[in-house]
């Protein structure tokens, strides 16, 4: 599975992105998918889950109320709505797929995208 994460950029503090997953060279797009973040000096983490079938969806408690994420099965493509960014939010924000475990660990991820830069300035 090859993942290809777009949509990062600069933006003000108040602004809103929408990022993208485009998954391919799997049999079909049946696995949960997730975005994490690595801001610079700090760990990745944990952003936002959605299983594959009537798709659940899972947050980081900083995501809750502020990012959406969707998924086009049809597109094999996977979103990350994120709205009233803060600076906090800047951030290499990186998509996986197919969780082996919880989907808060990113150990648990089996296949990683790229990576796309998100710069919220103030």
């Known amino acids: 599975v090859q993942l290809q994460a777009s949509g990062g950029g600069l933006v003000q503090v108040g602004g809103s992105l929408r990022l993208s997953c485009a998954a391919s060279?799997?049999?079909?797009?049946?696995?949960?998918m997730g975005w994490f973040r690595q801001a610079p000096g700090k760990d990745r983490e944990f952003v936002a889950g959605?299983?594959?079938?009537?798709?659940?969806?899972y947050y980081e408690d900083f995501a809750k109320g502020r990012f959406t994420i969707s998924r086009d099965n049809n597109k094999n493509t996977v979103y990350l709505q994120m709205n009233s960014l803060k600076s906090e939010d800047t951030a290499v924000y990186y998509c996986?797929?197919?969780?082996?475990?919880?989907?808060?660990?990113?150990?648990?991820?089996?296949?990683w995208g790229q990576g796309t830069q998100v710069t919220v300035s103030s």
């Open positions: 996986a797929a197919e969780p082996r475990g919880s989907y808060f660990d990113e150990l648990a991820w089996a296949y």
């Open positions: 060279g799997g049999s079909s797009f049946t696995y949960a």
């Open positions: 959605i299983s594959a079938i009537s798709p659940r969806t």
